[in-house]
């Protein structure tokens, strides 16, 4: 997944790429839930979360802010 993303930071025409505090703490995320998982023996479940993660990894993303 964090390679996917560099690679699409690569090739997009962005002037600003992914600042490095957020992909620590999209890091960070993605530890401590391996961890979390794998210490409760829940290991096999986690290529299943490979879609949440990604769902998780664009609140990261540089967006025009929406009022609701």
């Not at 964090?2 to 699409?8: H, K, S, V």
């Not at 790429?17 to 957020?22: A, D, G, K, R, T």
């Amino acid at each position: 997944l964090l390679i996917d993303e560099q690679q699409r930071d690569a090739d997009a025409d962005v002037d600003a790429p992914l600042p490095s505090l957020q992909v620590e703490l999209l890091v960070g995320a993605l530890f401590r839930t391996i961890s979390e998982l794998v210490h409760d023996g829940r290991a096999p479940e986690l290529p299943e979360l490979l879609g949440d993660v990604a769902g998780v990894a664009q609140v990261f993303e540089p967006r025009v802010a929406v009022m609701a």
